[in-house]
């Protein structure tokens, strides 16, 4: 794509701001769609917010445009980025709108983080032109985007893609089968259901779980990955340590029945003051800084 190219987010909400802002800082014009009237009002307010977390210029806030409509917002887009909420139906009937407004040769993706691409744009003519890009949240500090293809996207888009974010900034991994969760979240809640599991069984409470993780295998992730260590440690000592362990991991096949207690006790987790732990006012904005600090330190000294 071109050194400037036009970006269109639809949907200015947490994610789709903070995409904004990626895109903005790399000196790209961008239009901001948002039919929710406190939402656009505030967008350049959070936008602001970012940029001075990241201590950038406030500059970059002249490249961004919020938008009431969505035809002004893809028109002339090259690159139209949708981040609506997290339902089917609402994301397909977007695709289809955006694909009869956009021009011929704009890439169409998606910002869902489990919904397959395919599911979004099945029936659509050109599909050809659309894929996945699952933006981790915060998106200006986490690296990676999934860029994810389904049977009928074609080469060009995807190349067209990673070419993009890689040119601000961001680590993207060409993800070559389209399937729920794609792969970082398939495997992330694949921890998140063995660890759910353990505190049901009570084999420890919540806190000492997230202690032993943040404590032990936590702290090498960054630097290597579960193939890595299996490599590192030896394969053959990964089959004898499985043999044991992978019958005993827990295989439901949905949601955990204690989860759905929770939440049917009104423990919703950090917005209601209790889920798995309790917690104060205090120490929730206490964790968000902590993990706001780690994650610009991670970024700006990596």
């Not at 959070?46 to 893809?74: F, G, K, M, Y």
């Not at 090259?78 to 609506?84: L, M, Q, S, V, Y």
């Not at 993207?172 to 992330?188: C, E, S």
Request: hydrophobic share 45%.
């Amino acid at each position: 794509m071109a050194d400037q190219t036009n970006i269109a987010i639809l949907g200015g909400g947490l994610m789709g701001a903070g995409i904004a802002v990626v895109f903005a800082k790399a000196g790209h014009p961008v239009k901001v769609y948002e039919p929710n009237a406190d939402a656009r009002d505030s967008l350049q307010e959070r936008a602001s917010q970012i940029l001075n977390a990241l201590r950038a210029p406030l500059a970059s806030l002249d490249h961004i445009s919020v938008c009431d409509e969505l035809e002004q917002a893809v028109s002339g887009a090259a690159f139209i980025t949708e981040a609506a909420p997290e339902k089917p139906d609402l994301k397909r009937s977007i695709f289809a709108d955006v694909e009869r407004m956009a021009a011929s040769d704009a890439v169409i993706a998606s910002n869902t983080s489990v919904i397959p691409i395919g599911q979004i744009t099945e029936g659509l003519a050109s599909a050809e032109r659309m894929v996945g890009t699952h933006w981790w949240n915060p998106p200006y500090l986490v690296p990676l985007v999934e860029v994810v293809q389904t049977d009928r996207t074609s080469t060009t888009t995807i190349w067209k893609t990673l070419s993009l974010l890689t040119s601000v900034g961001k680590s993207p991994a060409h993800i070559k089968k389209d399937v729920p969760g794609f792969v970082a979240n398939r495997l992330q809640h694949a921890l998140w259901r063995e660890a759910i599991a353990m505190v049901a069984e009570g084999i420890c409470d919540a806190q000492t779980l997230d202690h032993c993780v943040k404590s032990s295998f936590g702290l090498r992730l960054a630097v290597l990955g579960p193939l890595e260590n299996a490599d590192l440690v030896g394969l053959d000592l990964t089959l004898d340590i499985h043999k044991t362990i992978i019958p005993e991991l827990d295989r439901s096949a949905g949601p955990n029945p204690f989860l759905e207690e929770q939440i049917a006790k009104g423990k919703l987790g950090c917005k209601s003051g209790e889920g798995f732990r309790a917690w104060t006012e205090e120490e929730v904005a206490e964790l968000r800084n902590r993990l706001t600090q780690h994650l610009v330190k991670s970024v700006t000294t990596g």
